[in-house]
């Protein structure tokens, strides 16, 4: 790599970016802190070696291995059933012609105005009449689909040459073929795109597994954490141990695509 | 049309081609359906089911009643929402304009090629992805007062102890603190990619014309971010007035009621106290006053971009 000359702006920069990630680096720290050093007054800075203790107590005896696949089952699927359906009505939109279909799309886009606190005791009700109150059902169904999804592969679909599907269609080939075969290939971008969306959003959730779930076998790891502070509010290196379970696939997801997410985030404001 | 000379040079497959693509109804309902019907399944039955609750007694369990306009006069006289609504506000005028503002100034500081920056941008953006529980969790811990790093240094630079979460004139403003930590990575990425269009023609001849710094920043940089800075400031606002999990992780809308914000208290009312016609009616009092401010923020957005 070249080397660039320093610049003044680094004396700005470095302490900036260092308290943003200051609170981070606390949870990692403190995390392996054992409790003893945490719980005397002034409460030590920085820890004295790496005591497990905390990761040993929320690996064994608590739900947390539970809650974690809980929460890796809800994204999972609403990760693959947001590209699934979100590819097929997205295309159609795009490129079929079909009665009814600008009314559809203009009415599925309207809903992304929706608050959610406005359809949240209905849609409890729904799930209620459905019998998947305190299943991971409850947080699946609502998480299948987004209008978002749907209108991002719309737009990406749109701005490919029709082209290069055209040859397919004279041959013969049905929409569903052209679909997989030609145009998905192309569609990395929209694709990373909405699977980084639909995870962050439902590994993320709070509000719906809150009024959702009841048993703590069925929590996700945003709920269980909550609750476990509340129930172990003075063993905080097994609390702040939790948390890291908590953050570390979102935090590894984005060292890992930093790109990928960095366009995602900056697309949606760029276009909405 | 000129097509009648057209077919005679037209593949025979292209014509079979084009009568299929007319018969494509079908295949275009089967594509849209599974999407039509969970997306608008789960949000306009929803609202208009809401719609009705908020005009009834309701406790989730037994039969309705109709009570008309009840919930509506007596959320009107009800102190406590006026204080959810005020904490909210504070809260939102708190954190949009700075996260805002902050932003703009980092992206701007980070729109540059020099060593590390790419560090930089990635530790000033992290925060943003960490969920709002993990948030709280976090410093719940780091403001505690008896064990929390926050007061440890406080104590060692020799200044006194703080109740923080526990402290009602404290905690609304350190959730807004909290947020900006994480929030205003987000305005930076945006502000980023809003950078990277602003013409560098522009900049330069504003430059050979004179212009410092300042001078560059507000007559080209500034109106050419317009569009974003409006998008930002609808955003962050709409977040901010919904704002809810990092408030149910710290403090519960405590301590005294001092950070019940308006989606507490919609929260508290439909799941803890089952009153679910209340808290319809103040979901909906919400949902309108977000649709006036996100039609109030187009409206000036077309102006802008119609200059």
């Known amino acids: 790599m070249k080397r660039l000359p320093f610049s003044g702006w680094h004396l700005v920069l470095a302490p900036l970016a260092l308290l943003f990630a200051l609170p981070l680096v606390w949870l990692l720290v403190s995390s392996v802190m054992s409790n003893a050093e945490i719980n005397r007054f002034p409460p030590a800075l920085w820890p004295q070696g790496i005591k497990l203790d905390g990761y040993r107590y929320v690996l064994g005896n608590a739900l947390f291995p539970r809650w974690f696949l809980n929460s890796f089952i809800v994204s999972a699927v609403a990760v693959t059933a947001n590209l699934v359906l979100g590819t097929l009505g997205g295309y159609a939109f795009a490129r079929i012609r079909f009665a009814g279909s600008k009314i559809v799309l203009g009415l599925m886009l309207a809903t992304m105005v929706i608050p959610f606190q406005l359809t949240m005791i209905p849609t409890f009700l729904v799930m209620k009449q459905l019998g998947l109150i305190d299943t991971l059902g409850a947080l699946i169904v609502p998480s299948l689909v987004t209008p978002l999804s749907v209108f991002l592969f719309r737009q990406f679909f749109v701005s490919l040459p029709r082209e290069l599907e055209e040859a397919a269609w004279i041959d013969g080939c049905g929409r569903l073929r052209i679909l997989v075969s030609i145009v998905l290939p192309l569609a990395r971008p929209a694709l990373s795109t909405v699977a980084v969306l639909t995870f962050l959003a439902t590994w993320n959730d709070l509000t719906w597994p809150l009024i959702a779930i009841n048993s703590d076998s069925t929590y996700t790891l945003q709920l269980g954490l909550t609750t476990f502070q509340g129930q172990h509010h003075t063993q905080w290196s097994a609390v702040m141990a939790g948390n890291v379970i908590t953050v570390l696939p979102v935090l590894l997801g984005f060292l890992l695509a930093q790109k990928a997410f960095i366009r995602s985030l900056a697309s949606t404001g760029l276009k909405g | ?307």
């Open chain 2, 1 to 307: 049309m000129a097509s009648v000379v057209g077919t005679f040079t037209v593949d025979p497959r292209s014509r079979a081609a084009k009568r299929r693509a007319r018969g494509e109804g079908a295949t275009g309902w089967a594509f849209v359906s599974p999407s039509v019907v969970i997306i608008l399944g789960l949000s306009v039955v929803p609202v208009l089911w809401s719609l009705l609750l908020s005009f009834q007694v309701n406790d989730l369990v037994s039969p309705s009643e109709w009570v008309g306009l009840a919930n509506y006069k007596a959320l009107v006289k009800d102190p406590a929402f006026g204080s959810a609504v005020s904490h909210t506000l504070i809260y939102t005028a708190l954190y949009v304009p700075l996260s805002v503002v902050a932003g703009l100034g980092i992206a701007i500081a980070l729109d540059r090629k020099i060593a590390l920056i790419g560090l930089y941008r990635t530790l000033v953006f992290v925060p943003f992805v960490v969920s709002a529980a993990a948030q709280g969790v976090l410093f719940s811990f780091v403001l505690d007062p008896e064990f929390g790093v926050a007061n440890s240094l406080l104590h060692k630079l020799g200044l006194p102890a703080q109740g923080f979460f526990s402290d009602p004139g404290q905690a609304l403003y350190l959730l807004v603190a909290i947020s900006l930590w994480s929030g205003t990575g987000f305005c930076v990425i945006v502000y980023l990619a809003g950078l990277q269009g602003v013409s560098s023609d522009l900049v330069e001849a504003a430059r050979i014309d004179g212009a410092g710094r300042w001078g560059v920043l507000r007559h080209v940089t500034l109106p050419a971010l317009a569009p974003v800075t409006i998008f930002l400031l609808l955003f962050q606002t709409i977040n901010a007035l919904q704002v809810f999990d990092l408030v149910f992780v710290t403090t519960k809308g405590g301590p005294l009621g001092s950070t019940t914000v308006i989606v507490y208290f919609i929260w508290e009312k439909a799941f803890k106290t089952f009153t679910a016609g209340y808290s319809a009616a103040a979901a909906y009092t919400l949902a309108v006053a977000l649709l006036v401010v996100g039609a109030a923020l187009q409206i000036y957005r077309r102006r802008v971009a119609a200059r």
